[in-house]
């Protein structure tokens, strides 16, 4: 059984004040997206030099568990309501320290995952391990268990793409 999450309360505040200025989203502060059938997405750019400094920070901030499984910032596009990246895409970028697991879980969207920085991070899809090294293009297809865990001695950085806005407006999301 995996612990449950733990979330530092100290400096939270500020911390979710950086996220809504960079239009970033820690879902795992609550509470969970919105939905709005009439999307306005509108043209919008997110910064890594925005975006790193605050995904590192969670590594201080939250460990993974049970309630909070994955440590990730949605990338929130400003005119889409529901806090997703467009209205059939959500973007996320996902933190995992050296040694930690990620619970294994599943859910009817599919992800999609671009390894940005780290080495010695894996991700396992119904059993089967998949090692992640930048540049890697990793498929988690609808309703396989998979879980994400690092042997690494330095942290593990992707970008996360889940087509959970058309999921949900098909009305058949569920984990």
Known sequence: MAPAATIVQEG????????EHAHLDAPWLGPEMEHDPTPKMVPFVWRWADIEPLIMRTGELMTPGRGAERRILRLANPGVPGKTSTHTLS??????????????????????????????????????????????????????????GSEAAEPAVWMDGLDIPLIRSLD???F
């Open 12 to 19: 939270l505040q500020d911390f979710a004040r950086a996220l």
């Open 172 to 174: 058949s999301m569920f």
């Open 91 to 148: 973007t996320a970028v996902q933190l995992l320290l050296p040694g930690e697991c990620a619970p294994a879980h599943r859910h009817s969207p599919t992800a999609i995952r671009f390894i940005m920085q780290g080495q010695g991070a894996y991700t396992t899809v119904e059993g089967e391990r998949c090692p992640m090294e930048p540049g890697d293009l990793v498929l988690t297809p609808s309703w396989t268990w998979h879980d994400h």
